[in-house]
C-alpha cells in the first residue's frame, strides 16, 4: 500500500485560488498516471483532472480552464492549481493513481469555497 498525502486545502472566497499538493511515499507514482477526485457532501466520489506519466493532462468539464494538473516526478508529487474557485467546487478532494487503486486513498484535504 502507497501512501498519498494530499494538503493544501482551505477556505477562500469565490474566484479565489488554492493549490494542492499530493505527495507519495514511494517512486511507484513515476510509473502511474494519476488523477485527482473530490467528493463533495451527499455525493459520489468523481474524478476532476488526470495526468499521464508523460504530462499530458486531461480535465472534467466541470473545472476545465479553471483547474490544471502538474506532476514532478522526481519528487513523487502531484499538483493541481485551482483558479476562479466557485462554491459549486467545494469537496473533500484526494489523489490517487489513473484508475485509482482503492487500498490507496487517503484522508484528503477539504476545500471549502464561501463568502
Known amino acids: 500500500q502507497v501512501q498519498l498525502v494530499e494538503s493544501g486545502g482551505g477556505l477562500v472566497q469565490p474566484g479565489g485560488s488554492l493549490r494542492l499538493s499530493c505527495a507519495a511515499s514511494e517512486s511507484f507514482f513515476s510509473i502511474r498516471a494519476m488523477g485527482w477526485y473530490r467528493q463533495a457532501p451527499g455525493k459520489e466520489r468523481e474524478l476532476i483532472a488526470r495526468?499521464?506519466?508523460?504530462?499530458?493532462?486531461g480535465y472534467a468539464d466541470s473545472v476545465k480552464g479553471r483547474f490544471t494538473i502538474s506532476r514532478d516526478n522526481a519528487k513523487n508529487t502531484v499538483y493541481l492549481q485551482m483558479n476562479s474557485l466557485k462554491p459549486e467546487d467545494t469537496a473533500v478532494y484526494y489523489c490517487?493513481?489513473?484508475?485509482?487503486?482503492?487500498?490507496?486513498w487517503g484522508q484528503g484535504t477539504q476545500v471549502t469555497v464561501s463568502s
Open positions: 495526468i499521464t506519466t508523460s504530462g499530458s493532462p
Open positions: 490517487n493513481s489513473y484508475p485509482p487503486i482503492q487500498a490507496n
